[in-house]
């Protein structure tokens, strides 16, 4: 009998019917057919709070070919009922298996989410605090650029705003270049005049200068996983910039002849 193999989801354990099948020593097809049974009986019964879902999910593999194959992902009651169809001594070996290796599955699922005041090994404790650090500080950044990007979604509207509304916008880098200076020493400006901060390694506008419409951004997820946000200005915000700016003694190059 193989080792059967975990996939886990939202905090949800599954078994894939595949290995299922040779735990059981049975064609992986024939598997399906009864499994496709189980899920006409639960249809058909409708029985409040339960659905198809708690024992069954449906998925797709590629075969050796190239084609696409039904299978599915199967939760701790599903493998009860795959269990309950079964006799002899395979049936009592995978129910043993399955119950044993969930519960383990489980438990290890428990220790990883553990809060860090709760472990008791002062290592795992740092460990645990770090991760959670980590994951606070990434739902804040996501939180902070969804409030950015909501606020640009509806900026204000004046008589100005028509004049200025155009599609086009600019990087920093662009609007940096006009005043002879590089993108880290405008930002550096744009922070301590507090127009934006910086959190994660990325710059956002302070809340009155959020729903102005000075900038456009963009959410993708970069090469180690995390969101990015890439933020470019509106013409809007750069005649915000350039009047802050002059404002400062500072002038465009072509303000200089």
């Known amino acids: 009998m193989g080792e059967l193999q975990f996939s886990e989801h939202s905090s949800n354990l599954y078994l894939d019917s595949r290995d299922v099948a040779e735990m059981v020593g049975k064609r992986h097809d ?38 696409t194959r039904l299978n599915y ?13 079964m006799t002899g001594e395979k049936g009592i070996i995978f129910t043993a298996t399955y119950v044993t290796k969930f519960e383990e599955m489980e438990n290890e699922l428990k220790a990883l989410h553990q809060p ?30 969804l409030e950015q990007q909501l606020a640009e979604a509806e900026p204000k509207v004046t008589y100005y705003d028509k004049i200025l509304s155009s599609p086009g916008t600019v990087t920093v880098t662009q609007i940096a270049k006009d005043y002879g200076l590089s993108a880290a020493k405008l930002n550096k400006i744009l922070h301590e005049e507090r127009v934006q901060y910086k959190q994660s390694k990325q710059w956002f506008l302070y809340s009155n200068y959020a729903d102005k419409g000075y900038t456009k951004s963009e959410t ?21 910039i350039h009047q802050l700016l002059n404002s400062l003694g500072i002038n465009a190059k072509e303000d200089e002849e």
């Open 116 to 145: 860090s005041y709760m472990i008791d090994d002062p290592i795992k404790r740092a460990e645990r605090w770090i991760a959670e650090q980590k994951e606070k500080q990434l739902i804040e950044t996501k939180n902070l650029m």
């Open 220 to 240: 993708h997820i970069d090469a180690t996983g995390e969101p990015r946000m890439n933020t470019k200005w509106t013409q809007k915000g750069r005649l915000f």
């Open 73 to 85: 992902q199967i939760t701790k009651k599903g493998c009860d009922m795959v269990a309950n169809k």
């Open 30 to 67: 024939h598997l399906i057919r009864d499994i496709n049974g189980y899920i006409k009986t639960i249809e058909k019964i409708d029985i409040p709070k339960i659905g198809v879902n708690d024992f069954f999910i449906e998925s797709s593999y590629k075969d050796s070919l190239n084609r």
